[in-house]
């Protein structure tokens, strides 16, 4: 569960900064085509293994296809696209997952 909430917070992170400085507000249709498929693969992969890592590399990947297939962005910038989208989604999920994990006595 933590692990699906870490990748949750960081997707919905990244989705509305990519919004708000790419078209200046969020909408509901562009949050479904840039959350949508991340969180669909996180899940799927955090599910199917329960690490970090994997779920880490296979959900960012698999989401950023995903999401090219639907929006039809084939184009050399998605490669772009995935490597800030790893980093970024890498380090927020990553934090909020260690923090998750923190007991306090």
Known sequence: MRL?????????LFAT????SH???VSA???AADTLPFLGAW????RATRRF??????????G???RMVVLSHYRWSEL???AVALVFIGAVAFLVWLAGGRRRT
Request: cysteine-free; proline content about 3%; aromatic content about 10%.
């Open 64 to 66: 950023v296809a995903i």
């Open 29 to 31: 249709g562009g949050y």
């Open 43 to 46: 899940l799927a992969f955090a």
């Open 80 to 82: 772009s696209f995935l």
């Open 4 to 12: 699906v909430l870490a990748g949750a917070v960081a997707i919905l």
């Open 17 to 20: 900064i990519g919004q708000l």
């Open 23 to 25: 078209h200046g507000d």
């Open 53 to 62: 890592v994997p779920t880490w590399l296979g959900g960012v990947i698999l």
